[in-house]
């Protein structure tokens, strides 16, 4: 049984102290080559923790844990990481993700309402404009706070204007990582029954992945706004005598 535990806690594998850094769609690439048996894993016991559904929010906080630190390039110790993250957050994910549930509910029902009425009245294009930017608005700044709540403890009102923040400075990474996340699915409609193993072995674990990769830098550069904003102050000379 050892080989069995070893699969689930030992340290993932690293890269060469030397290696050219990547950046990019190069470095994406790179870090799925070499971390995917770490996400076929991770999606499992994505889908395992979210079977009652309510843990839902906290399944998902535990995934983009660690999968930022796949992006960092951290250490990571699958089942533990996992397992902690889901405790840590489940209180705060799950209130979290019900207020960008209900929110993004409402924004796809302004766009159905809206859509369907635009086909007799145009002036009805204005409010569904309104509600398409406002509907991806939302689920970038849910991309950009679930990472943001796994990176740092912060205050919820805090947490929620940085995240407002990099929602503003960088949506179209998050953007781009929606895309790819459906494509994904977009894949697994179109090829079925040939694709029927795509949720159950990388489609949760590799759209998380993709979302904290695109959103990273980000979340980064508003952590540490506060710090580079400060005023840096000279120390005074001291009076001659």
């Known amino acids: 049984m050892q080989w069995l535990r070893d699969m689930w806690t030992r340290e993932g594998p690293g890269i060469p102290k030397d290696a050219p850094k990547r950046t990019g769609l190069a470095l994406f690439a790179e870090i799925l080559v070499r971390e995917w048996w ?139 990582a929606l895309a790819f996340a459906a494509s994904l699915w977009l894949a697994h409609i179109l090829f079925y029954p040939v694709s029927v193993f795509m949720p159950a072995t990388f489609n949760f674990s590799l759209g998380m992945f993709a979302v904290a990769f695109g959103v990273h830098r980000a979340a980064v550069m508003v952590l540490d706004l506060p710090n580079a904003t400060q005023p840096h102050r000279e120390p005074h000379a001291r009076n001659a005598l």
């Open 38 to 176: 770490e996400m076929v894993k991770l999606n499992i016991l994505f889908l395992l923790a979210s079977l009652l559904i309510v843990t839902l929010p906290a399944a998902l906080a535990a995934m983009a844990r660690v999968s930022v630190a796949l992006v960092e390039d951290r250490n990571t110790y699958l089942l533990r990481d996992f397992t902690e993250a889901f405790q840590r957050y489940f209180w705060r994910s799950t209130v979290w993700g019900l207020a960008l549930a209900g929110a993004l509910a409402i924004g796809l029902y302004a766009i159905v309402t809206y859509a369907a009425g635009a086909r007799d009245n145009l002036l009805l294009s204005a409010p569904l404009t309104i509600a398409l930017v406002a509907t991806a608005y939302v689920a970038v700044l849910a991309c950009h706070l679930i990472v943001l709540m796994v990176m740092r403890d912060l205050p919820a009102l805090r947490l929620l204007r940085l995240a407002a923040l990099a929602s503003v400075i960088r949506p179209l990474p998050a953007l781009g």
